[in-house]
């Protein structure tokens, strides 16, 4: 085996909704310190299984492995620990429109953790400064551009220091500058030893930012390869999704 230490691992990964069959036996692992964009097209699956790491959706059958432990029969109370570890940053938002953005980034600190104003205040101004957006600290999430709500919810899917930030979607519908502060963020983590999972349909931003790249299709992951193995494909499926052909 090889010494990289697999963080995550999705092993026959089973998942349909009434009739509909989503994942079909899905296997993935997930390598420590990497940068791994999940692709597929429009309802083939991507956000359940992120979600699944997480334990916010349970599949039909299979396991996901986190540092070797199953988190699928983890109960709410067993998965708070899990979520202070694996960050979500949600596909829409979710930030709490009546709190400040300085509320809304203190309120995982506030729930999780023993820290006093003092420290809450410094780690939120931190966190903030991390994503390019000092000063907006008492502003109100209506307040900010799509492009600033979506770096909030950034800064507070890490403001507890996850290992690994699951990213959905985290650059769609954003302008040049927005993107390039995301995926700024995204690598500016991983400097500092976080693992990503990213979920995108943005083929430049992926091509930047990731280290390997996995395609979901059919409930299956039909390729998954380092950046420059997957542009040099001839894997017919996979030419059609690096030219759009997303489903
Ligand atoms: N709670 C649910 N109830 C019923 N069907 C669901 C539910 N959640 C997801 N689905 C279905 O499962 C499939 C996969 O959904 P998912 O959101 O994972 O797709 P996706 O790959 O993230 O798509 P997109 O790129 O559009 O975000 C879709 O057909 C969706 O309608
Ligand atoms: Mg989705």
Do not use: C, W
Not at 68 to 75: I, R
Not at 79 to 103: M, P, W
């Amino acid at each position: 085996m090889s010494e990289v230490e697999e963080i995550i691992k999705v092993k026959n990964f089973y998942k349909k909704f009434g009739e509909k069959v989503v994942h079909k036996g899905v296997n993935l692992s997930i390598r420590k310190g990497e940068i791994l964009t999940l692709m597929g097209g429009s309802g083939s699956g991507k956000s359940v299984l992120l979600r699944s790491m997480i334990g916010l959706e349970k599949p039909d059958k299979g396991q996901i492995l986190f540092h070797g432990e199953d988190v699928v029969p983890l109960d709410e109370d067993s998965l708070v620990g899990v979520r202070n570890r694996i960050a979500y940053a949600f596909q829409h938002g979710a930030l709490f429109d009546s709190l400040t953005v300085k509320e809304n980034l203190a309120y995982p600190l506030r729930a999780h953790t023993e820290m006093s104003e003092k420290e809450i205040h410094e780690k939120v101004m931190q966190t903030l400064a991390m994503v390019g957006l000092e000063g907006s600290e008492y502003l109100l999430p209506a307040d900010l551009s799509g492009g600033m709500q979506k770096r909030v919810g950034v800064a507070r899917s890490i403001i507890m220091d996850p290992e690994v930030i699951l990213y959905d979607e985290p650059t769609t519908g954003l302008d040049p500058f927005n993107t390039r502060q995301i995926l700024r963020i995204i690598r500016m983590l991983q400097g500092k030893g976080a693992t990503s999972v990213l979920v995108t349909h943005d083929m430049t931003s992926l091509f930047a930012v990731s280290d390997r790249i996995a395609f979901l299709k059919d409930g299956k992951i039909i390729a998954m390869d380092t950046v420059d193995k997957i542009r040099k494909s001839t894997d017919p499926a996979v030419r059609g999704f690096i030219h759009g052909e997303t489903d």
